[in-house]
């Protein structure tokens, strides 16, 4: 799942030209985590900056993360998140089992897909 923080680094968003307003503190999509890079020096972030859009001071950062099958989510889902990767289960007291959670995450891509063919 993808994360939107709580906070939006206006930074960022000036230098990658982002105007609109930002949806914040929600899981905004889903993707497929497919390897991690881990760099050796900053000389080796740089040479890949053109394959992110991580922040300049990245250089402090030691390993990159590709992913690929990226999906929105139609409606984001509230979620308070934290640093990192971290866990997301839903209230346990609403859905019993574990496997409605993937199908929530499956029709919300079926919705999309026959929403805009």
């Known amino acids: ?8 680094r206006t930074e960022d968003c000036k230098r ?3 105007t609109k307003k ?3 503190g929600v899981i905004i999509g889903k993707a497929e985590l497919y390897d991690v890079k881990k760099y050796n020096s900053s000389k080796e972030v740089k040479k890949d900056q053109k394959f992110h859009f991580a922040a300049k001071n990245f250089q402090g950062k030691t390993f990159g993360f590709k992913i690929k099958n990226v999906k929105p989510l139609r409606i984001p889902i509230p979620w308070k998140g934290q640093l990192g ?4 289960e839903l209230s346990k007291a609403r859905i019993k089992n574990k496997d409605i959670v993937t ?3 499956d029709e919300e891509y079926r919705y999309q897909w026959i929403g805009h063919h």
């Open 85 to 88: 990767f971290f866990d997301v």
């Open 1 to 8: 799942m993808i994360h939107a923080p709580i906070k939006i």
């Open 16 to 18: 990658l030209k982002i």
């Open 103 to 105: 199908d929530i995450v």
């Open 22 to 24: 930002l949806v914040t």
